[in-house]
């Protein structure tokens, strides 16, 4: 895994060569993108990224999260939390998978929370729009927290313009 400091969509270009090696895997901010897949593909593209100008950097990640790579373990992830009851929330909260506010959740859906791309960024911007101004992020990767942090600021700018 490494992080690209470009958009979404630039890094879609960037990886279209072996777009069946890497993927994009989170959007972290508007101009911060995490890939992962073979890691010869994920070299390749830092060293295109740095001949673009583009910074960029490897991840110490041991799982490629949020991306094809860990699809093959699906059932056994859903399997081993089918045993959980959920319940009701009491409070509605926001989910990066479906990107809206919901009260309930089940194994199948954290999965696709792992295995599918997060767009954490684009989150947490329509959260502020909606005028939410406090973020609670559970289990977040190390990098994603200290990433929020830093990032509030402008989460705030955004919204004076939305108000």
Do not use: N
């Amino acid at each position: 895994m490494a992080f690209v400091r470009e958009t979404w969509a630039e890094c879609a270009s960037l990886i279209a060569g072996a777009a069946d090696r890497v993927a994009l895997a989170v959007e972290l901010g508007p101009r911060l993108t995490v890939i992962s897949g073979e890691a010869s593909a994920v070299r390749e593209t830092m060293l295109a990224a740095v001949a673009r100008g583009i910074g960029c950097g490897p991840l110490p990640l041991a799982q490629a999260y949020h991306t094809a790579d860990v699809r093959g373990l699906g059932e056994a992830f859903v399997e081993r939390l089918s045993g959980l009851r959920s319940r009701r929330s009491a409070i509605p909260y926001y989910s990066k998978r479906d990107r809206r506010l919901q009260t309930e959740i089940s194994a199948r859906h954290y999965w696709r929370i792992c295995s599918e791309p997060s767009l954490f960024y684009t989150l947490a911007r329509s959260m502020v729009r909606d005028g939410y101004r406090r973020f609670v992020e559970i289990g977040p990767h190390p990098m994603l927290g200290s990433r929020s942090r830093r990032r509030r600021r402008s989460w705030e700018s955004v919204s004076k313009f939305t108000r």
